[in-house]
Each structure stands twice: as structure tokens, then as C-alpha cells.
């Protein structure tokens, strides 16, 4: 969607589009050590899943892998999709959407806040902290649902890097 501006200047019609955000999150998850949450180092603070804005040139896979190394400091292998989120006030700095993946840390004992995490660690599904930012109450319910296999993981890039062989149009920047 778009706003048509004009130039104050020049009266030139200036486009401006307000598109959704795109994102990235994963549920970090070891069978036994539970989820990994972040306390938020900035607005909105509180606790959170890992997560970060999808760059220029960049795959939601990738962007994924990125943010959990910046944000936990762990390698991640990513198992599946779990959903995409967009509700336009999930964030109320700006409409998102996010890419929802599961993952399993390679290294679990690695874990250290980074970036823009104030904390991060390992809680149980039964004993998580709130207030959760966001939508991820929501989120995680779905991944309780997967658990119980109530709702499955859609297949995503088995490589984050992965690129697209010799289809032209699909070829990475």
C-alpha cells in the first residue's frame, strides 16, 4: 500500500510505501532445558523470543541463523516453519511481519545475551516469565501444539546460504 506525496517544492508526486516489516524468530528448543527467551535491552522491554529484521538481500532462513547467533550467541539448526504472524499491531513500533521457525541449538551450554538482549536463557514451557512482548504468548501456544503434535513444522531451507542452481529469477542478489 502506498501514500501519494507530493513535493512541497516541486509538486513531483513522491511515493512513499508502507509495507509490513519483515522478521524473523525462532524457538530455540532443547528437550531439556526448555525455550530460550530474551529480556528485551530496548522498547518494548520485557521478555521475548530471539529474533531480528530480515536485511536487504537476505533469506528469512538466513536472517534466522543470524539473529540467534547475535542475540544468544548459539548456532542454530533450523527444523521447520512454524507460522507467520502479521497482525498489524503484533508491534507497535511499526507493522511486522515475522517468520516463525524451530530450532535446535547445536552447543546449548553456549548460551550468552548479545546484540540487543539484556539477558537470555533457557525456561521450561511450565515455568516461562511474563509479561511475553509481542504476540509470542501466541507463538509459543502454537509450538505447545506442535509438541503435542497438534500442528505441524513446514519444511524451510535445509542451508540458510542455500542457493537457487540454475533458475535465473530466483537467484540470490
Not at 13 to 35: F, H, M, Q
Request: aromatic share 8%.
Amino acid at each position: 500500500m502506498h501514500h501519494p506525496r507530493y513535493c512541497p517544492s516541486c509538486g513531483t508526486l513522491v511515493v512513499k510505501y508502507s509495507n509490513p516489516t519483515p522478521t524473523a524468530d525462532v524457538v530455540i528448543y532443547d528437550e531439556t532445558r526448555g525455550i530460550v527467551l530474551v529480556r528485551r535491552g530496548h522498547p518494548p522491554l520485557g521478555m521475548a523470543l530471539p529474533g531480528g529484521f530480515i536485511e536487504e538481500g537476505e533469506t528469512a532462513e538466513h536472517a534466522a541463523v543470524r539473529e540467534m547467533k547475535e542475540e544468544t550467541g548459539l548456532d542454530v539448526r533450523l527444523l521447520g516453519l512454524l507460522g507467520v504472524y502479521s497482525h498489524p499491531l503484533r508491534d507497535l513500533r511499526c507493522h511486522t511481519l515475522t517468520t516463525v521457525f524451530v530450532g535446535r541449538p547445536e552447543r546449548p551450554e553456549l548460551l550468552k545475551a548479545g546484540d540487543d538482549a539484556a539477558s537470555a536463557a533457557f525456561y521450561l514451557l511450565d515455568a516461562l516469565p511474563t509479561p511475553l512482548c509481542f504476540d509470542h504468548a501466541r507463538v509459543i501456544g502454537h509450538f505447545r501444539d506442535y509438541l503435542a503434535g497438534r500442528r505441524p513444522l513446514l519444511p524451510c531451507a535445509e542451508d540458510p546460504d542455500a542457493t537457487f542452481g540454475d533458475i535465473p529469477y530466483l537467484r540470490p542478489f
